[in-house]
């Protein structure tokens, strides 16, 4: 290997073999390491959802306890809403498949959209809130934000490091921490809640006669109007909750319980801490401090020493730092979902080496960085911008399982116990996303909204392209699709070596192979005798969802190629076909073509490209350069390569 191979391998490991029966076992993951993987978003939350809704309240904080019980029963409901949405999606997708197949693709599209918008603030707002938590217990004047922001960078390329590398290494690198978290704060809402029980009932009068008070000097609406504003404010609380049902291809088997087991995990420790955290600002009579964060002032009110207050906030801005893993996981397998539906690239549905969607862990990576640096890690600004999409994605995944229980109320006889359960949950988060877009448009929140708006406009101009592209190949596949197949001979002829082959590199059987196998007789006329098709059954995202995909798709691949064969036969050709399976099409191309060309000396090889009439400067990122890809490779190894071209006109 070269040096750069080498250092490569170090970063990320070694490559993984698709066909290796146990490579979903030794990929996926457990009930236990989903929920720190994915319920750390949730978690982690805590840290700074409860922080904003207590300071909304103002002077008003004996309504805490019923923001804390608020809380907690939002965490639930939404939670028991995505259990019902796993059991009906057990593929995954989440938000934006369940919007798509529900309401429709325009529906999908602008969930899908959010969904992305809101991973991206997962992760920044995550490693921001991680920074603040540790400099809450250093000098104030270490906090000058480009030394924060320069950390939080080194961070997230720690994380895209680890998560190209693997979904479940990263995981397991981040155990500790999420178990140092979950051991430390357990701590603190013990003795924060016992410690001062004997406290409870003088908090009770202090509650009641608040609660009198309020409703003499501001009166019930503006009292409910308050109420509602921090409730809002800590919407931040609620945004790792759909994190699992987007993740369910990467649990163990069987997924669906798996799935369901780590909703549960993470909504039980989630509606805990947060509502516990609540409870003991109240009677830890914690209360703002500048350039510190609510949790720092509640534990630092236990009086357990600096060191103690110290190994706390380490956890939090170590767990934040584990939050950030819900968007790198989750972020680049929506837009695999919406790169298979066409919304984005293809690329974004290819897998690395090692298995990973690299291109969207890449992408997540740098959309979170520029966000850093455009707020300058200021966590106010994130979580403004944070939990407004979030919502957006929870109402239309409501109101289109509101929509299946109502149309098939008749093929389903549970719909009267689902139904409510849906309705319940797109009244929360309906109520939530208007208070929080009117609360917060005009102190940031606009900057989200266009953002996704701008997202969404994108998605359709690429779908759009795709839609014009694939219009201009349908003549061509369907006047060559018509020529007949032929039936194959009982007794083929076998392909000399010594002979001048052709060995053209296909997809799927139709127009597009035909034109170009038609292409090479009309370039070469006479010089050509015998044929190889060859083929490579990609696995991308679409497929890798377990054995029984990935046999299906080499099936299909073989199939296809067995179409080529028995049409060139039957057109007075000598023909046989060749298939490798993997990730990558160019390097297992590259390495199929290099075994062919030692059967066969004196072969060219031939592969198909789509030549645009006037060349623009994204169709090379819309679509993949495969051809002369595998034509620089091919050449360098000395083959003889030759790109046919396939004209289009956009």
Not at 63 to 70: D, K, P, Q, S, T
Not at 386 to 394: A, L
Not at 507 to 515: A, E, I, M, Q, S
Not at 531 to 546: L, N, P, R, Y
Request: glycine fraction near 8%.
């Amino acid at each position: 290997m070269t040096l750069f191979e080498r250092l490569k391998r170090l970063l990320f490991g070694a490559p993984r073999d698709v066909e290796d029966p146990q490579v979903f076992h030794k990929i996926s993951l457990v009930a236990f390491l989903a929920w720190v993987g994915l319920g750390a978003d949730g978690l982690s939350s805590s840290a700074y959802g409860p922080d904003e809704a207590f300071r909304a309240l103002g002077e008003h904080t004996y309504l805490c306890v019923f923001l804390a019980l608020a809380t907690a029963l939002t965490v639930f409901i939404i939670s028991y809403a995505y259990s019902r949405i796993i059991e009906h999606f057990p593929s995954g997708g989440g938000g934006y498949l369940v919007a798509t197949k529900l309401l429709g693709p325009g529906f999908g599209v602008i969930s899908g959209c959010a969904l992305l918008v809101d991973y991206v603030l997962t992760i920044s707002t995550s490693i921001a809130s991680a920074a603040d938590q540790i400099f809450s217990f250093l000098p104030l004047g270490w906090g000058v934000w480009q030394i924060k922001v320069a950390i939080e960078i080194a961070a997230i390329v720690l994380l895209l490091v680890l998560n190209i590398r693997g979904v479940k290494e990263s995981i397991n690198v981040l155990v500790p921490i999420f178990m140092v978290f979950v051991i430390t704060h357990l701590i603190v809402l013990v003795a924060g809640i016992g410690m001062h029980f004997h406290q409870i009932p003088t908090v009770a009068r202090e509650v009641h006669s608040g609660i009198r008070h309020g409703l003499s000097t501001l009166g019930f609406g503006a009292m409910f109007l308050l109420f509602a504003k921090a409730y809002s404010r800590g919407a931040g609380t609620y945004t790792g909750i759909e994190a699992v049902s987007n993740g369910i291809q990467i649990m163990r088997e069987p997924r669906i319980p798996t799935a369901k087991r780590t909703m549960t995990y993470m909504a039980t420790s989630l509606a805990i801490t947060a509502g516990g955290i609540m409870l003991c600002y109240m009677l830890l009579g914690a209360h703002p401090v500048e350039g510190k964060t609510m949790n720092a002032v509640m534990i630092e009110n236990l009086k357990f020493g600096p060191w103690f207050v110290i190994l706390c906030l380490v956890a939090e801005g170590a767990l934040l730092f584990v939050a950030a893993q819900a968007g790198f996981i989750d972020g680049p397998r929506v837009m695999a979902n919406m790169a298979l539906d066409s919304w984005l690239p293809r690329r974004f549905a290819s897998l690395s080496e090692r298995l990973t969607m690299h291109y969207g862990v890449i992408l997540m990576a740098f959309s979170s960085i520029a966000t850093l640096i455009y707020t300058k890690g200021d966590i106010t600004a994130l979580v403004t911008m944070y939990s407004i999409n979030v919502f957006i994605t929870f109402s239309l995944t409501e109101m289109g399982m509101v929509r299946f229980w109502i149309t098939e109320r008749k093929t389903h006889p549970e719909w009267k116990k689902a139904l409510p359960v849906h309705l319940t949950g797109l009244t929360l988060c309906l109520s939530i996303l208007t208070i929080v877009v009117k609360e917060k448009f005009t102190e940031g929140g606009w900057l989200t909204i266009v953002i996704t708006s701008i997202l969404i406009a994108l998605c359709w101009l690429i779908k759009n392209h795709y839609r014009k592209v694939f219009a201009s190949l349908e003549h061509l596949a369907q006047t060559l699709g018509d020529i007949p197949l032929g039936e194959s001979e009982p007794n083929p002829i076998a392909l000399n070596p010594t002979k001048p082959t052709a060995i053209l590199l296909v997809n799927r059987y139709g127009g597009l192979g035909l034109h170009s196998l038609l292409n090479i007789f009309r370039q070469f006329p006479g010089y050509y005798h015998q044929v190889v098709f060859v083929s490579v059954a990609v696995i991308d995202s679409g497929v890798f969802k377990g054995a029984h995909e990935i046999e299906a798709q080499k099936e299909a691949t073989q199939t296809d190629l067995d179409k080529f064969v028995t049409f060139a036969r039957s057109h007075g050709l000598i023909a046989t076909s060749a298939m490798d399976t993997g990730t990558e099409p160019v390097a297992a191309a590259e390495e199929l073509c290099t075994k062919l060309l030692a059967q066969y000396p004196k072969a060219t090889f031939f592969t198909g490209k789509l030549i645009f009439e006037r060349e623009k400067w994204y169709q090379r990122i819309l679509h993949n350069e495969t051809a002369y890809a595998i034509q620089r490779r091919l050449q360098w190894r000395g083959l003889a390569t030759v790109v046919l071209p396939i004209r289009v006109r956009e």
